[in-house]
């Protein structure tokens, strides 16, 4: 089975710090996206990668940045933390044309 | 509009009911997913289909290419099933990335 490790299940870090938020998967997979999920605006893609060094915006990359030294891992970056970026983050992985699989995620609180 | 549209958005159910979530999308697509989430959960890969119809213990989920639409059925429901459907496609423009185009999902409570 594909395995999609979150670091963090439960994440609180205060305005203005920089935060890190780890994904690995052990599929040797492409592809890998970072999302946040908010009530009433479902899953919204911040960014993904689809090779090492790889990286392209989604849809609401501002205040975020990602990393993809090796093909297992992908980072998501809070630069400075703030308050509006109190969500749940999930990643995922898939392979071109297959199924996508999903981590746990990751509910980070910003106070 | 949204190019993914699931309903309904809410659906109560008793024990035991045969339960139908739908989605309809307005682009052209490469495959279609139905996810599961269950409250404070992580997600879950149900089905990814391009054609026809597949099953999977109690669920059942079909696609009509022409028709731009998709369903998701649960037979002989189950409290355990209670929990939020997501319909997703894979678009067939941008490349083969599987960035995902999602529905707003259908949050499913079923009552014993």
């Known amino acids: 089975d594909v395995k999609v490790t979150q670091s963090s299940r439960y994440l609180v870090k205060r305005t203005g710090e920089k935060v890190f938020l780890e994904c690995v998967q052990d599929?040797?997979?492409?592809?890998m996206f970072w999302y946040r999920q908010d009530p009433g605006l479902g899953l919204r893609l911040i960014y993904f990668?689809?090779?090492?060094?790889?990286?392209e915006k989604g849809d609401i990359p501002e205040g975020y940045s990602v990393s993809r030294e090796k093909k297992e891992r992908f980072s998501l970056i809070l630069e400075s933390a703030s308050t509006n970026q109190t969500s749940m983050y999930l990643c995922?992985?898939?392979?071109?044309?297959?199924?996508?699989?999903f981590g746990d995620g990751t509910r980070l609180s910003i106070l | 509009k949204n190019e993914v549209e699931q309903s309904p958005q809410n659906l109560t159910a008793q024990e035991g009911e045969f339960i139908t979530i739908n989605c309809s999308y307005s682009?052209?697509?490469?495959?279609l997913h139905w996810l599961q989430q269950h409250p404070g959960g992580g997600i879950v890969s149900l089905f990814m289909?391009?054609?026809g119809k597949k099953k999977h213990g109690r669920l059942i989920a079909t696609i009509n290419i022409q028709e731009k639409h998709s369903s998701l059925h649960i037979t002989a429901s189950h409290p355990r099933d209670s929990a939020v459907y997501i319909c997703?496609?894979?678009?067939?423009?941008?490349?083969?990335?599987?960035?995902?185009?999602f529905g707003t999902g259908t949050l499913l409570a079923v009552q014993p």
């Open positions: 995922a992985s898939s392979l071109e044309y297959s199924a996508v699989h």
């Open positions: 599929m040797d997979h492409e592809n």
């Open positions: 990668s689809y090779d090492v060094k790889m990286k």
């Open positions: 682009v052209g697509i490469s495959a």
């Open positions: 289909l391009s054609s």
């Open positions: 997703a496609v894979s678009p067939n423009y941008g490349g083969a990335t599987n960035k995902l185009i």
